[in-house]
T-cell receptor, first 113, second 112 residues
Framework: GAGVSQSPSNKVTEKGKDVELRCDPISGHTALYWYRQSLGQGLEFLIYFQGNSAPDKSGLPSDRFSAERTGGSVSTLTIQRTQQEDSAVYLC???????????FGNGTRLTVT | KQEVTQIPAALSVPEGENLVLNCSFTDSAIYNLQWFRQDPGKGLTSLLLIQSSQREQTSGRLNASLDKSSGRSTLYIAASQPGDSATYLCAVIGTAGNKLTFGGGTRVLVKP
C-alpha cells in the first residue's frame, strides 16, 4: 500500500518568506509526527498528533513554527519568516496508534537562502 | 532528559565482514527501542523493534540486542554486503510518552 507521502520534496525559499510543508500519512494511521534533521545533527522531534487529542507541541523551536492536522489525516507544517537556521530536512512519520513502529516519508529538504 | 548516543559515527568494512553497531541511552525507563536505516536523500526505514521486555530481535541477517539495565543496544549485521551501506539510527521511546529520541546515527560503508 501507499506509504507516507511528503510534498514538496525540495523547497528553496528566501529568508523572511513563509513556507508550508505537507504530509499525507498512511491511511488509517491515527498518530502523526514531525521531525527535523539538520546537517550533522540527529533527528529533532517537533510535534506529535494522536487522534483528536491536543497535539504535543513541545518540540517546536519557536513561535514561527506551527502545524495542523485536518480531519485526522493530512498535516501541514508552517514556518513563518524563515531563517537560514531553518534549513533542514523535515520528516513526517505516522503509526497506527501512536508509538513504534513509525513509518517515515522521504522528507522535504528546505533551503533558506 | 533522555540522551541517545551511537558510536562510532562512521564505519567502513570490506564486504563479508560482520557489522556491530552500538547504541547507548541514559534513561533505562524505556518502552521500546527501534533501529532504522536511512539511505541518502530518503526517509527512515524501520529495521527492528525491541520491546522493553525483550532481549533481542532477529530479521534475516540482522540481530538487535537490548540490555535495558545498562542502557545499551547492539545491532549486528552478518556477512555485510555493499547494499548495507547506509546510515543506521537507533531511537528509544520513554515510558512517559510517545516521542522517539534518536541517536546521531552510524554511517556505514561496505566496500566491495
Amino acid at each position: 500500500g501507499a506509504g507516507v507521502s511528503q510534498s514538496p520534496s525540495n523547497k528553496v525559499t528566501e529568508k523572511g518568506k513563509d513556507v508550508e510543508l505537507r504530509c499525507d500519512p498512511i491511511s488509517g494511521h491515527t498518530a502523526l509526527y514531525w521531525y527535523r534533521q539538520s546537517l550533522g545533527q540527529g533527528l529533532e522531534f517537533l510535534i506529535y498528533f494522536q487522534g483528536n487529542s491536543a497535539p504535543d507541541k513541545s518540540g517546536l523551536p519557536s513561535d514561527r513554527f506551527s502545524a495542523e492536522r485536518t480531519g485526522g489525516s493530512v498535516s501541514t507544517l508552517t514556518i513563518q519568516r524563515t531563517q537560514q537556521e531553518d534549513s533542514a530536512v523535515y520528516l513526517c512519520a505516522s503509526s497506527p496508534e501512536g508509538g513504534p513502529p513509525l513509518h517515515f516519508g522521504n522528507g522535504t529538504r528546505l533551503t533558506v537562502t | 532528559k533522555q540522551e541517545v548516543t551511537q558510536i562510532p559515527a562512521a564505519l567502513s568494512v570490506p564486504e563479508g565482514e560482520n557489522l556491530v553497531l552500538n547504541c547507548s541511552f541514559t534513561d533505562s525507563a524505556i518502552y521500546n527501542l527501534q533501529w532504522f536505516r536511512q539511505d541518502p536523500g530518503k526517509g527512515l526505514t524501520s529495521l527492528l523493534l525491541i520491546q522493553s521486555s525483550q532481549r533481542e530481535q532477529t530479521s534475516g541477517r540482522l540481530n538487535a540486542s537490548l540490555d535495558k539495565s545498562s542502557g545499551r543496544s547492539t545491532l549486528y549485521i552478518a556477512a555485510s554486503q555493499p547494499g548495507d551501506s547506509a546510515t543506521y539510527l537507533c531511537a528509544v521511546i520513554g515510558t512517559a510518552g510517545n516521542k522517539l529520541t534518536f541517536g546521531g546515527g552510524t554511517r556505514v560503508l561496505v566496500k566491495p
